[in-house]
């Protein structure tokens, strides 16, 4: 069974550029949660789709960010415009719906210069 | 969500049981406390998840104290590849929205 996956692996971008990251949950799974880790913080929820609707998007930092789970499959996270402080690591992660084992993408790492 | 409090920073030597204990003061009655296991540029990954008392599965158990208010995580006979970051989290484990409130982790060294 295919994990979940996350493209791109790396993104370098200047500040005031969009940037559209890519989720693939497994196959199944409605639950999905978008995470992001920024240098020496922790991890901090952004939002969760189930299906796709968002079910929770009180982590989101504002308005540049637009998430959205098309046919309730795979989600993209768009930025725009990035800013500095959207530098980080972006992390997603599904689960079934019940489920408390969340499984986790290897990330995106997010530069904005 | 209740915040957890854990050691910065952990070394161990291969083949010796490694135990991080985690402290949860404000755990709530309905909270489960799970733990995950994060490599470097990896997801994290699941690793045990307990109510009260000991689990335990093929990677790990999970100790927790009749109080509730810490939890110790217990490796046995950790290898060089357990070398990673151990994150304790506690949360509700009813309804459908499940996000994880991450502190800092324990940053394990396990040396040759």
């Known amino acids: 069974e295919a994990g979940v996956t996350q493209f791109p692996s790396h993104s370098v971008i200047e500040k005031g550029q969009t940037v559209t990251l890519r989720c693939d949950p497994i196959s199944g799974h409605d639950n999905l949660y978008w995470y992001r880790r920024v240098m020496g913080k922790e991890i901090k929820f952004l939002l969760h789709f189930v299906k796709e609707s968002k079910q929770d998007e009180s982590g989101m930092p504002n308005n540049r960010f637009l998430a959205e789970r098309t046919g309730g499959t795979y989600s993209t996270l768009k930025v725009q415009p990035a800013e500095l402080e959207d530098s980080g690591v972006y992390f997603c992660?599904?689960?079934?719906?019940?489920?408390?084992?969340?499984?986790f993408g290897p990330g995106t790492r997010l530069t904005v210069t | 969500l209740a915040k957890t409090t854990q050691p910065i920073s952990m070394d161990s030597y291969e083949g010796q049981e490694v135990n991080i204990t985690c402290s949860h003061n404000n755990i709530a009655t309905n909270d489960y406390i799970t733990w995950y296991q994060q490599f470097p540029s990896q997801g994290p990954r699941f690793i045990i998840q307990?109510?009260?008392?000991?689990v335990t599965n093929e990677v790990a158990s999970l100790f927790i104290p009749a109080d509730r208010k810490s939890s110790t995580l217990s490796l046995p006979r950790v290898s060089l590849s357990d070398t990673a970051v151990y994150y304790c989290?506690?949360?509700?484990?009813?309804?459908?929205?499940?996000?994880?409130?991450w502190g800092l982790g324990t940053s394990l060294a396990v040396n040759p």
């Open positions: 992660a599904s689960s079934q719906v019940g489920d408390y084992e969340q499984y």
């Open positions: 307990g109510y009260k008392t000991k």
């Open positions: 989290l506690v949360g509700a484990n009813a309804g459908n929205n499940r996000k994880l409130i």
